[in-house]
């Protein structure tokens, strides 16, 4: 499923969202749960989510059924740490 799924977003994904300054980067896929993490104009965009769920998520649900969800793993923590910043 991975390679598939791999596929589906260098030809299919990547490609649309290059179009308007973003793109996609695929992390993991396991249990059915494809992890990605957008970047580029995509990256804090208030209209991510819906591009995650509406655009990305049914792109490859609609070729691969097997997958149950697409999420955007945000690596902010990664950046400042588990704290709080507020």
């Known amino acids: 499923m ?3 799924v791999k596929e589906i977003i260098e030809k299919e994904i990547k490609p649309a969202l290059a179009m308007e300054g973003g793109s ?6 396991e249990d059915g749960t494809v992890k990605v993490r957008l970047s580029g104009s995509c990256a804090g965009c208030p209209m991510s989510q819906y591009t995650v769920k509406n655009f ?12 149950k969800e697409v999420v955007a793993v945000d690596d ?3 950046k400042f740490g588990a704290r709080r910043i507020c």
């Open 2 to 4: 991975l390679e598939k």
């Open 56 to 67: 990305v998520e049914s792109t490859i649900k609609r070729q691969i059924p097997e997958v």
């Open 24 to 29: 996609v980067e695929l992390l993991d896929v």
């Open 76 to 78: 902010l923590r990664d």
